[in-house]
């Protein structure tokens, strides 16, 4: 079974701060891994699908890398806005086992 | 384009009653999948299906039951409610070309059971 851990659980920045959420993962034989967003009492909402032969993946301020070898992946968000402010989940394999999420708040 | 819809958004069971839920997708999707979403345990694959017909278990298919008749419709059943089902559920749906396999999710049902 595959295992998908989110560090940290919880994390709080200011405005405009660049911050990077972390995904770790046990089972490398996977071909993609997809990040989400998801807002309170909301459905998820895909940010960025990673291929595995991809290193890292790109959408606006959002920047997502896979290292396959060492079961990480991670999502760094530039300039960060209160609008960010959500749960983010990472899915390796893309859609049968998924992190716990980290709550992301930004202070105006 | 409507995406995922779920039907109903809010429900409330007494234990032993049965209920269905309706996901429903507009995207030509050929994969559907059911989670539940409880506090600390992240999403769960109840079970899902790869196509018109077919179905599979997933993580936790324990006191579910599902069919898709139709390949844009994917319902889940519970034959007799318990108090740990209360969760929320979750349907998605994602294509079965490679590149495209971004999973499109429902707003989700919120399901109590007393």
């Known amino acids: 079974k595959q295992e998908v851990t989110q560090i940290p659980a919880a994390l709080s920045v200011p405005e405009g701060e660049n911050l990077v959420l972390n995904c770790s993962f046990t089972?490398?034989?996977?071909?993609?891994l997809q990040w989400f967003r998801q807002d309170p009492g909301k459905g998820l909402t895909s940010l960025l699908l990673?291929?595995?032969?991809?290193r890292e993946q790109t959408s606006g301020r959002l920047n997502a890398s896979l290292d396959k070898s060492s079961g990480r992946s991670t999502l760094y968000i530039a300039a960060s806005q209160p609008g960010d402010s959500a749960t983010y989940l990472c899915a390796p394999g893309g859609q049968f086992y998924f992190g716990t999420g980290t709550s992301l708040t930004v202070i105006p | 384009n409507a995406g995922v819809t779920q039907t109903p958004k809010f429900r409330v069971l007494k234990t032993g009653q049965s209920m269905t839920l309706l996901c429903a997708q507009d995207?030509?999707?050929?994969?559907m999948y059911w989670y539940r979403q409880d506090p600390g345990m992240g999403l769960r694959l109840i079970h899902y299906?790869?196509?018109?017909?077919?179905?599979a278990k997933g993580e936790v298919p324990d006191g579910y039951n599902v069919s898709r008749l139709k390949k844009q419709n994917f319902l889940l059943g519970l034959e007799s409610a318990a108090p740990s089902q209360t969760s929320v559920y979750f349907c998605?749906?994602?294509?079965?070309?490679?590149?495209?396999?971004?999973?499109?999710f429902g707003p989700g049902t919120r399901l109590l059971v007393l």
């Open positions: 995207m030509n999707h050929e994969y």
């Open positions: 990673i291929q595995s032969s991809q």
């Open positions: 998605a749906s994602s294509s079965l070309k490679r590149g495209q396999e971004t999973q499109y």
């Open positions: 299906s790869v196509g018109e017909g077919t179905t």
């Open positions: 089972d490398s034989a996977i071909y993609n």
